[in-house]
């Protein structure tokens, strides 16, 4: 059964530093594109940051400067960094992953979702 399991999540001020992981198991063949995306209270889920099988890495604007995504593909993890945290980082952030089963098993799959609360 394949997973995607998030840790690090969490309270912090504004200014404050947090570092997300989300660690991939199972039978995978390929992991391709790994990515965070959040969702606030209200509003529609939306791409955070997203990191290719090579390194190559795009982030939302609201972001830029300020996060930085990572993976290490030897533990089929990937993180992201989070720094100069503000209020309206406050979300539930999802991790993603398009992911080979088999030569034409391809997936996409979400994990749970851990919560990140930004106090001012």
């Known amino acids: 059964q394949v997973q995607l399991v998030e840790s690090g999540g969490g309270l912090v001020q504004a200014g404050g530093s947090l570092r997300l992981s989300c660690a991939a198991s199972?039978?995978?063949?390929?992991?391709?594109?790994m990515g965070w995306y959040r969702q606030a209270p209200g509003k529609q889920r939306e791409l955070v940051a997203v990191?290719?099988?090579?390194?190559?890495?795009n982030y939302a604007d609201s972001v830029k400067g300020r996060f930085t995504i990572s993976r290490d593909n030897a533990k089929n993890t990937v993180y992201l960094q989070m720094s100069s945290l503000k209020p309206e980082d406050t979300a539930v952030y999802y991790c993603?992953?398009?992911?080979?089963?088999?030569?034409?098993?391809?997936?996409?799959?979400w994990g749970q979702g851990t919560q990140v609360t930004v106090s001012s």
């Open positions: 993603n992953a398009d992911l080979m089963l088999g030569a034409n098993e391809r997936y996409d799959y």
């Open positions: 199972g039978r995978i063949l390929i992991i391709n594109r």
């Open positions: 990191i290719t099988s090579g390194g190559s890495t």
